[in-house]
């Protein structure tokens, strides 16, 4: 098992996660961020802290696309360890629906 990012992310991005990793795991996109499930250790606290509720165990149903995103772009946007400031509209963007056909973003963020 092993935690994914959702698209509740997209645009939310609050990055509360990042400061409670233990093996720092999480990469940043230009709006979003994923986990790396090959450094994932399936700890958990990373799960709670989101406050989109982005973050879900792999053994949900219906979250392969989500596995594969983290696992892809995870490999190809910067590591994270460190809490940044979150989007000013953030918070205009949590639970809105449709998040990944209307806002994704392959480009990387700047991680730390």
């Known amino acids: 098992m092993t935690y994914v990012v959702t698209d509740a992310c ?3 991005k609050y990055m509360d ?13 230009e709006n979003m961020l994923v986990i790396n499930p090959s450094e994932c ?3 958990g606290v990373c799960e709670p802290e989101c406050p989109a509720e982005a973050i879900l165990p792999d053994t949900e149903s219906g979250l392969e696309q989500w596995l594969e995103l983290n696992t892809k772009f995870s490999a190809e946007w ?5 809490k940044k ?8 963007f949590k ?7 209307k806002f994704f973003s392959e480009a990387p963020g700047e991680g730390d």
């Open 17 to 29: 996660c990042v400061e409670v990793c233990p093996v720092d795991a999480f990469y940043e996109g």
């Open 78 to 82: 910067p590591n994270i360890t460190t």
């Open 10 to 12: 997209i645009r939310c």
């Open 95 to 101: 639970g809105v629906d449709g998040k990944f056909e």
């Open 85 to 92: 400031d979150s989007p000013d509209d953030a918070d205009e």
């Open 41 to 43: 250790i399936d700890c």
